[in-house]
């Protein structure tokens, strides 16, 4: 029976985790290394202190509404999209309400986790720790690891010839930048062109010399404002697109998403990607087209070598005078506290039964938290994780046996790729993973059921956006006020737009008359949800139909 549980970082995941414990009646002690909460989010201007953070400028590419912790919604004055700070205010608000930092050992390392003799049986673990050069040693009955993606930097330096014998400037990883300062005046070439990358190279536009952007992969640029000025994510990210995706030949579905990229510039005109291609991946970036149509940004292809001061790419072309390469190449995950029979296995994320459990254990009492790669927010992704994961420590619902879950893992594994060096698509689709898991938790709501018994729930339920409230409904961790939550996710969505207010024009009757017409077709379109899709892999980026 599981009473004691290891939490391993306080970040957006391990702050979860801990509360959840509490929820099931677990006792749980977190182990952060640092002096502070938040994780990746809590940005520190010195890079060397070992610590990933975020750069200074960065912004959530999701909204507040579809971040939120399942039960306690982002406050309502908060702006939309949030920058590092406020995003680490709320996670101290959070922490505060739920009374989680009594449960935290601060300034603590984890050194190994390792399996208990009588693991077969007891499924216990010995942790390891360091807290001011004293190790300590514990016995745990489960452990939550929750350090994420971001914790060693990507640097193919192998891949880029002449970068380390031929080239005089510098060259380091975006995990180094915090802000453009130091790059004044200079010829900066960005390499990598995804979220971070457009970022940084965008930001650099306004101090640098020049900058270049090199990209090997198509890529499509999509805004945080949606049509009519909403966020993005509460538009697009809603099981009524999610049920036409489902419905649709994925060639048409694949169709209108280009429409829909293209609809705001042409990205093949600018060199970013073609509607014929195959493999893409799709970023958030309001300022990118615009820096490139005024010159600040170059896109180049695929770099191929690097001479004493330049860089050739792949088409032939050679920019001069460069003085630093920044490397935008992402992260790799790494557990070396992990013992190796339990680390080695462990390739991506898909290793994981349901991204969460090594299957090959005789006992599953170890769960990675948050390394999961979604079409939407991480955060809610990894909190829907806990809660299933934890009321499997608390004996509310069991797993599969061993051979089932090593099936499921098999049949999860990506195709070989035909071209190597392009990257892995690990990305899900938001609302298939959640829904996925919440059903394996029993706290998937029924839009059949609560079109039934409660039809204007069922309206915002369907056709509103998949905030994390739908998970608070129904079944174990209810939340008495998870409707309401729902019904004023607009309504904390507009509020901090709403300083300057200027007459409406819009008739709510007609709204009213949308919903009369509408619900006719949910009764079938309810029925339909009921037998719901398995959970597929994506293409990289965001579910935008």
Request: some cysteine; glycine content about 6%; overall charge positive.
């Amino acid at each position: 029976m599981v009473r004691r549980v290891a939490i391993i970082g306080a970040g957006a995941s391990g702050l979860v985790s801990i509360k959840c414990c509490l929820d099931e009646g677990l006792e749980p002690t977190c182990f952060e290394r640092s002096e502070d909460i938040g994780g990746l989010w809590r940005f520190a201007d010195n890079a060397d202190s070992g610590r990933v953070s975020v750069y200074r400028s960065v912004i959530t590419n999701t909204s507040k509404e579809m971040s939120s912790f399942s039960d306690f919604p982002c406050p309502e004055d908060f702006p939309n999209f949030l920058p590092h700070g406020l995003l680490l205010e709320y996670f101290r608000m959070y922490a505060r309400h739920f009374q989680l930092l009594q449960h935290i050992r601060f300034k603590t390392t984890v050194l190994s986790v390792r399996k208990r003799p009588d693991f077969a049986t007891s499924g216990q673990w010995e942790v390891v720790t360091e807290t001011e050069g004293v190790q300590e040693s514990h016995v745990f009955d489960a452990v939550m690891v929750c350090t994420g993606h971001y914790q060693v930097p990507h640097l193919p330096l192998a891949s880029f010839p002449g970068i380390e014998t031929h080239f005089k400037g510098r060259y380091l990883h975006s995990q180094e930048y915090k802000d453009a300062e130091d790059f004044r005046g200079k010829r900066v070439l960005v390499v990598g062109i995804g979220n971070t990358g457009g970022d940084i190279a965008v930001e650099l536009s306004h101090v640098a010399a020049k900058v270049f952007l090199s990209a090997r992969s198509n890529t499509w640029v999509y805004s945080r404002v949606s049509d009519h000025g909403f966020p993005f994510d509460m538009v697009s990210t809603t099981r009524f697109n999610h049920f036409l995706e489902w419905l649709l030949p994925s060639a048409i579905t694949r169709r209108i998403k280009f429409r829909r990229f293209n609809s705001w510039f042409n990205h093949e005109i600018y060199g970013l990607a073609s509607v014929k291609s195959s493999n893409f991946h799709v970023i958030i970036n309001e300022e990118l087209p615009f820096c490139m149509l005024s010159g600040t940004v170059v896109l180049k292809p695929n770099v191929k070598e690097f001479t004493k001061t330049s860089a050739v790419f792949e088409d032939g072309t050679t920019e001069e005078n460069i003085d630093v390469v920044l490397f935008a190449t992402g992260y790799i995950f790494s557990f070396p506290f992990l013992e190796e029979s339990v680390r080695s296995p462990l390739k991506n994320n898909r290793s994981l039964y349901k991204c969460i459990f090594p299957p090959q254990l005789e006992r599953p009492t170890l769960a990675i938290i948050g390394l999961v790669q979604l079409t939407g927010s991480v955060m809610a992704g990894a909190e829907i994780q806990a809660r299933w994961v934890t009321g499997i420590f608390a004996g509310a619902y069991k797993l599969p046996p061993a051979s089932r879950m090593m099936a499921d893992v098999l049949k999860k594994q990506p195709p070989v790729k035909r071209n190597p060096s392009e990257p892995e698509n690990l990305k899900m689709s938001f609302i298939n993973y959640t829904s996925d898991i919440a059903s394996c938790a029993g706290v998937k709501p029924s839009v059949l059921w609560l079109l039934l018994t409660d039809p204007r729930l069922a309206m915002a339920v369907f056709f509103g956006p998949c905030t994390p409230y739908q998970y608070r409904l129904v079944g174990r961790g209810r939340w008495s006020g998870a409707r309401a939550a729902i019904l004023t996710q607009w309504q904390r969505a507009l509020k901090p737009l709403r300083t300057r207010v200027v007459e409406d024009g819009a008739s709510p009757c007609s709204w009213r008359w949308l919903g009369l017409l509408t619900l006719p077709a949910m009764v079938v379109v309810g029925f339909l949800l009921s037998k719901s899709p398995r959970p597929g892999w994506v293409p990289r980026g965001l579910s935008l139909f």
